[in-house]
């Protein structure tokens, strides 16, 4: 089911009830309770972001161009990803999600909603084949777009959601997409993405695919320079 569409705007996420809302002692409710009993988000955004730089390399090892990728291979993922941090990992979330005003499908329709997602677009777009670099971009952002819009997981579903781009574009044959979410005009780009997002919720994948056109276009001019 789709959600109400609303612009979506930067802001935190408002939790509306379940055990996963539960913060870390101590870290003025701005870290969510965690394994190693870090307080401080700096230090938090640092050990996901090892954490997530060690199973990007994992799974650029593991995954073929023969990979179907399945929900419970997505699970998975998560688990080797945030496992170590925290304790609900790899598990679809259990609280209510929104932010900026954009109420994310309720967490009582995650797992059918996943099952949905893997035996539809995961199942017709992956593994994801070699073509013209605009079909396969559109495979991607189709299976961008409503994964994120079910939102299985508390935490890191566009990290999650951008490493699954990145080896479906591996798959194709095609170097991972460059971002740009940090360094000059960060801002407006991440912006940009957030829009391309909001339009793939209402099925409307245009933008998105052309986002990653762009994104995959910068990595194979860098290329060509070095």
């Not at 179907?68 to 598990?91: K, N, V």
């Not at 609280?95 to 954009?102: C, D, P």
Request: aromatic share 8%; with cysteine; glycine share 10%.
């Amino acid at each position: 089911m789709k959600p109400k569409m609303v612009k979506k705007r930067p802001g935190r996420y408002t939790t509306l009830k379940g055990l996963e809302a539960q913060t870390e002692p101590g870290s003025r409710r701005r870290v969510l309770r965690n394994r190693l009993g870090i307080r401080r988000k700096t230090d938090m955004d640092q050990a996901e972001f090892e954490a997530l730089l060690r199973v990007q390399a994992a799974y650029l090892k593991r995954v073929s161009p023969g990979t179907r990728f399945t929900a419970e291979m997505i699970c998975r993922m998560h688990q080797d990803w945030l496992g170590e941090i925290y304790e609900w990992a790899g598990q679809y979330r259990m609280v209510e999600l929104e932010k900026g005003g954009f109420k994310w499908p309720p967490a009582y329709r995650v797992p059918q909603n996943m099952e949905v997602f893997g035996k539809g677009l995961l199942a017709r777009h992956t593994p994801c084949r070699p073509g013209p670099l605009p079909e396969v971009c559109r495979r991607i952002a189709e299976v961008h777009a409503e994964l994120l819009l079910i939102h299985p997981f508390r935490e890191g579903n566009g990290r999650l959601a951008r490493l699954l781009a990145d080896l479906m574009a591996m798959q194709a044959g095609l170097p991972a997409p460059v971002y740009s979410f940090t360094g000059r005009g960060a801002k407006k780009q991440r912006t940009r993405y957030l829009e391309c997002i909001n339009q793939g919720y209402g099925g409307d994948y245009g933008v998105l695919t052309d986002f990653f056109r762009a994104a995959i276009e910068r990595r194979l001019r860098d290329a060509r320079r070095t």
